[in-house]
């Protein structure tokens, strides 16, 4: 272990740099453990029946929420690891939409008594691909068989570049609460060569106009590692949006996975940043956002302190889930579109990608789910270990055993393997309790991998950590 402050590689981290100690570290291939188990391990499965008796298991007074994935886009962004396809003829995104609404009717009919929905998302691709008058009747369907609740968040991910004023206008009628915007980045240099072009001021424009529509909470998406990148202009794309005073930023590393996105290959590898420069790249963004008054909370967002994000974050509720980060606590989520995930009581499930196959399953009254996983408590356990770790940088991992019904040692090895971590100053072990210094907190994903009974050591599977 170090012996005083000017020993420990993570405060190094202050000056921009990435400490040498930790380069292997942010090399990895790692999850996101947006789950857990993570969707790799999950298993085929035929028909519907186990996901009905899943969700006949749903508590009266349970809430809900639902996951929409639209896999359409209006342009491809070669960036994209998104489950998607371009469109130009709207009669394929027309007859995506029938059987939606159709799928729709079969969770609602198939799902126990329950409280209400508290969370709508709609994600994709891009769910402004669809029409104005879809989305608008897409939504009011969704809150009337689902039984939104009042004071739900009803959430959407847009392309600025793409978004209509009437699209904006069905949004706000239909009453969306808060709207996700995918600016990326706003250099130029580095928009021509990803295939994502968009000025300032449409966003700008997009943004204040939401606002006017009533949907007052406002995300931003930025990356880095993209190619043209620099600790310069990721900064000033951080500030930049910052001056629109977004509720929400979140800055994700790309990954470059050609090999299972081809649309990547337009990307020159030898275009990318590398190791150093992806992680300065995140420290300017990060200094720009915190001296703009946003909070960092996790490994990626980071939000202004009214935020119910923040407030859930300060309050030790902060939850990760598919959607990344989210203060919504409903214990199930039903996935909706093809590929879509959800949450069971008893596990996860999740549609068929092929939009084709879902759509065979919908016409034939079947739930399109093709792959599942059932939970066991040990799974629960080291999902709750590695949540906690992803959300509060620290965890109690004997409190959480006892508290679900196993020895405090159950976990033992898994600490053992954390502790080796401590030298590299990535975290500290004291007794069982595992905290991660605030200077090490782009590498939370490291530590929770001690936690990841199934990892897949199977390189390039997953995204690098940094």
Same mark, same amino acid.
């Given at each position: 272990m170090p012996h005083n402050d000017h020993d420990r590689p993570g405060l190094a981290t202050l000056s921009g740099g990435l400490p040498p100690a930790w380069r292997s570290h942010a090399a990895r291939s790692l999850p996101r453990y947006t789950s857990y188990p993570t969707a790799v391990a999950f298993a085929p499965v035929e028909g519907d029946a186990q996901v009905r008796s899943w969700l006949s298991s749903i508590g009266a007074e349970q809430t809900i929420s639902a996951y929409v994935h639209v896999p359409f886009c209006?342009?491809? +962004?070669?960036? +994209?690891? +998104?489950?998607?396809?371009? =469109?130009?003829?709207?009669?394929? =995104?027309?007859?995506?939409?029938?059987?939606?609404?159709?799928?729709?009717?079969?969770?609602?009919?198939?799902?126990?008594?329950?409280?209400?929905?508290?969370?709508?998302?709609?994600?994709?691709?891009?769910?402004?691909?669809?029409?104005?008058?879809?989305?608008?009747?897409?939504?009011?369907?969704?809150?009337?068989?689902?039984?939104?609740?009042?004071?739900?968040?009803? !959430?959407?991910?847009?392309?600025?570049?793409?978004?209509?004023?009437?699209?904006?206008?069905?949004?706000? $009628? $239909?009453?969306?609460?808060?709207?996700?915007?995918?600016?990326?980045?706003? #250099?130029?240099?580095?928009?021509?060569?990803?295939?994502?072009?968009?000025?300032? #001021?449409?966003?700008?424009?997009?943004?204040?106009?939401?606002?006017?529509?009533?949907?007052?909470?406002?995300?931003?998406?930025?990356?880095?590692?993209?190619?043209? %990148?620099?600790?310069?202009? =990721?900064?000033?794309?951080?500030? !930049?949006?910052?001056?629109?005073?977004?509720?929400?930023v979140a800055v994700f590393g790309y990954a470059h996975v050609p090999w299972m996105k081809k649309h990547q290959v337009m990307i020159r590898e030898g275009e990318l940043? #590398?190791?150093?420069?992806?992680?300065?790249?995140?420290?300017?963004?990060?200094?720009?956002?915190?001296?703009?008054?946003?909070?960092?909370?996790?490994?990626?967002?980071?939000?202004?302190?009214?935020?119910?994000?923040?407030?859930?974050?300060?309050?030790?509720?902060?939850?990760?889930?598919?959607?990344?980060?989210?203060?919504?606590?409903?214990? =199930?989520?039903?996935?909706?579109?093809?590929?879509?995930?959800?949450?069971?009581?008893?596990?996860?499930? %999740?549609?068929?990608?092929?939009?084709?196959?879902?759509?065979?399953a919908v016409e034939a009254g079947r739930l399109p789910v093709a792959r599942s996983l059932r939970v066991s408590a040990e799974d629960d356990l080291r999902a709750g270990v590695i949540e906690r770790l992803m959300c509060d940088l620290s965890v109690d991992v004997g409190a959480e055993c006892v508290s679900r019904g196993f020895e405090p040692t159950a976990l033992d090895d898994s600490i053992a393997a954390a502790s080796a971590l401590q030298v590299d100053g990535l975290c500290r072990v004291e007794g069982r309790t595992v905290t991660i210094p605030a200077e090490a907190f782009r590498l939370m994903r490291v530590v929770a991998a001690c936690f990841d009974a199934g990892l897949l050591t199977v390189e390039r599977r997953h995204a690098r950590a940094v």
């Open positions: 209006r342009r491809l +962004c070669w960036y +994209c690891g +998104c489950h998607t396809s371009v =469109v130009h003829d709207y009669d394929r =995104v027309g007859a995506f939409f029938e059987t939606l609404i159709r799928e729709v009717d079969l969770w609602a009919s198939a799902a126990g008594p329950h409280a209400g929905a508290a969370h709508l998302h709609f994600g994709g691709g891009s769910p402004n691909a669809l029409s104005p008058e879809h989305f608008h009747t897409l939504v009011r369907h969704m809150a009337d068989r689902f039984s939104l609740r009042p004071g739900a968040e009803v !959430a959407v991910e847009l392309d600025p570049g793409m978004l209509s004023d009437a699209f904006i206008d069905a949004a706000g $009628a $239909a009453g969306v609460t808060r709207a996700s915007l995918g600016v990326q980045t706003f #250099d130029g240099d580095t928009q021509a060569r990803v295939n994502r072009i968009q000025s300032f #001021d449409r966003v700008a424009t997009a943004t204040h106009r939401l606002r006017q529509m009533g949907v007052d909470a406002i995300n931003f998406d930025l990356m880095y590692g993209l190619p043209g %990148q620099t600790p310069e202009n =990721v900064a000033a794309s951080a500030s !930049a949006a910052a001056s629109l005073r977004p509720d929400r940043p #590398d190791g150093d420069e992806r992680w300065a790249q995140a420290e300017a963004a990060d200094s720009v956002l915190r001296a703009e008054g946003y909070l960092r909370i996790g490994l990626d967002h980071y939000a202004l302190p009214g935020d119910p994000l923040a407030r859930a974050a300060a309050a030790g509720t902060l939850r990760r889930n598919f959607q990344g980060y989210t203060d919504d606590p409903a214990p =199930v989520l039903v996935p909706i579109g093809p590929s879509s995930i959800g949450r069971l009581a008893a596990g996860f499930v %999740q549609n068929a990608a092929a939009t084709d196959v879902w759509s065979r």
